[in-house]
């Protein structure tokens, strides 16, 4: 089954300890990306990838850090949490099938609180 | 930079109704339009998209929505609305496959039996 994987599902944690939010996905798909969604603001995009090793910034990046090593997985790290970063995450990919333009599967979202 | 605006936060619609939700955005070149939708606690699910041809676009559960080069808007439609369409809808826009991607805040949608 084609599908975006994101661990952990919920995570409380405090201020300062660093973590990862994983992401996972078996479509072989190019590009990924990682959105916080906040009430009333939808959702912004964090960082983006267009293949391995190759990252850009999206609208909201300061706080948060990406790497790419592996086509499958694009883990979300944050270094210094912080009660801001407080969000619900998604991770999305996308990628080319056969020269038609395809469109973003999202994960099922991580919910973090940070104290 | 491009931007996308939903002026209903909430709307609240009797079943069997019909349902227009709007979307107006800011984009330099030739959009790529999208509509998601997100049940409670759920991730999103992909509605419909528009990246060219006939402006009027068919998507999955009966909706449709039509691009409006003139007045920037991608407007979704339905014409009899169920119990199980209440949700919240985000319009987005973007370029190919995700880059530069944006949201709009959401539209949630109420449905009376």
Known sequence: ?115 | AQSVTQPDIHITVSEGASLELRCNYSYGATPYLFWYVQSPGQGLQLLLKYFSGDTLVQGIKGFEAEFKRSQSSFNLRKPSVHWSDAAEYFCAVGANYGQNFVFGPGTRLSVLP
Not at chain 1, 33 to 40: K, V
Not at chain 1, 82 to 88: A, C, D, R, W
Not at chain 1, 91 to 106: E, I, K, V, W
Request: charged share 20%; aromatic share 10%.
């Open chain 1, 1 to 115: 089954e084609a599908q975006v994987t994101q661990n952990p599902r919920y995570l409380i944690t405090v201020t300062g300890k660093k973590l990862t939010v994983t992401c996972s996905q078996n479509m072989n798909h190019e590009y990924m990306s990682w959105y916080r969604q906040d009430p009333g603001l939808g959702l912004r995009q964090i960082y983006y990838s267009m293949n391995v090793e190759v990252t850009d910034k999206g609208d909201v990046p300061e706080g948060y850090k990406v790497s790419r090593k592996e086509k499958r997985n694009f883990p979300l790290i944050l270094e210094s949490p912080s009660p801001n970063q407080t969000s619900l995450y998604f991770c999305a990919s996308s990628g080319r099938l056969a020269g038609l333009r395809d469109t973003q599967y999202f994960g099922p979202g991580t919910r973090l609180t940070v104290l």
